[in-house]
């Protein structure tokens, strides 16, 4: 298994420009979440998604969509990237077996520098 | 709303020793999971420990185990022998039964030889 993967590790986009990311699970997750971490901030939610086809807003969403189209993948968009979206992104799933103990399963993240 | 609270930005250990690390919480509700992540300079995200809040008991792992304080709200992370490779930043994490966790601001580690 490769577990939670994210595409691309680095970007650097230019204020304006858009760009999608891409995380991808091969341990059939029911749920699934997008991440920022800021240096003193820890790591802030900013949409997850329960099943295929739902999503939901998490603790800071704007500026961001989303989508699920299918279970294993969870894409995280930036329409008109701004330099407050400098971050290194973090994409996690996890199942839903109470016997897992809803451990979060993370991807190794993505880091992204708006100029 | 519940908030987590890690108050400690920064520690330093000296290797072989023992250090605790420090997290309270807020809630209302009275069944939730806690967790702590360690984050090597990696970034990798690793779940170091967690605990159930009806389990009265501390969890362990190894060098790791918490001391869990329901009434107080408070679940702090025991490291004992500290090695060189637990230098990281570590999260405490708390979730009820809504699908979305919260994540404490972090304490980064620094183990000295």
């Known amino acids: 298994n490769a577990g939670v993967t994210q595409t691309p590790k680095f970007r650097v986009l230019k204020t304006g420009q858009s760009m999608t990311l891409l995380c991808a699970q091969d341990?059939?997750?029911?749920?699934m979440y997008w991440y920022r971490q800021d240096p003193g901030m820890g790591l802030r939610l900013i949409h997850y998604s329960v099943g295929e086809g739902t999503t939901a807003k998490g603790e800071v969403p704007d500026g961001y969509n989303v989508s699920r189209l299918k279970k294993q993948n969870f894409l995280l968009g930036l329409e008109s990237a701004a330099p407050s979206q400098t971050s290194v992104y973090f994409c996690?799933?996890?199942?839903?077996?109470?016997?897992?103990?809803?451990?979060?399963?993370f991807g190794p993240g993505t880091r992204l520098t708006v100029l | 709303a519940q908030t987590v609270t890690q108050s400690q930005p920064e520690m330093s250990v000296q290797e072989a020793e023992t250090v605790t690390l420090s997290c309270t919480y807020d809630t209302s509700e009275s069944d939730y999971y806690l967790f702590w992540y360690k984050q090597p300079p990696s970034r990798q995200m690793i779940l170091v420990i967690r605990?159930?809040?009806?389990?009265?008991q501390n969890a362990t792992e190894n060098r790791f185990s918490v001391n869990f304080q329901k009434a107080a709200k408070s679940f702090s992370l025991k490291i004992s022998d500290s090695q060189l490779g637990d230098a990281a930043m570590y999260f405490c994490a708390y979730r009820n039964t809504l699908p979305d966790y919260i994540f404490g601001t972090g304490t980064r580690l620094k183990v000295l030889a």
């Open positions: 341990m059939n997750h029911e749920y």
């Open positions: 996690a799933s996890r199942p839903t077996s109470v016997s897992s103990y809803n451990e979060q399963f």
């Open positions: 605990q159930e809040a009806y389990k009265q």
